[in-house]
Nanobody
């Protein structure tokens, strides 16, 4: 099993940046593809970005391309989401997820992920 803990959320003005972190514990971090999703009240969980177990492949939702960057440090068991040029529509609870996978192809479907964190809130407002 893997336990995931997110951090780094907060309140930021439009155009600002946040760097989210997700620290994993338990099973070997290298066995898992990692992803970020986000959720707002009354809406379905939305895919943000994913990264393969090696960090060699990344995939982004279209609306995040060019603004968000996912990365991972397998030595530290951490995955990051750098969010730049934030907009009010980016306000959400951001959740980290892990999928037991050595496949370089990345999943965007929440049910395919095996473990989830509790999330960290990011609020973009002036």
């Amino acid at each position: 099993q893997v336990q995931l803990k997110e951090s780094g959320g907060g309140l930021v003005q439009p155009g600002g940046s946040l760097r989210l972190s997700c620290r994993a514990s338990g099973d070997s971090f290298n066995n898992y593809a990692m992803a970020w999703f986000r959720q707002t009240p009354g809406k379905e969980r939305e895919f943000v970005a994913a990264i393969s177990w090696s960090g060699g492949n990344e995939y982004y939702a279209d609306s995040m391309k060019g603004r968000f960057t996912i990365s991972r440090d397998n030595a530290q068991n951490v995955v990051y989401l750098q969010m730049n040029d934030l907009k009010p529509v980016d306000t959400a609870l951001y959740l980290c997820a892990a999928e037991l996978s050595s496949n370089p192809a990345l999943s965007i479907d929440p049910p395919l992920y095996d473990y989830w964190g509790q999330g960290t809130q990011a609020t973009v407002s002036s």
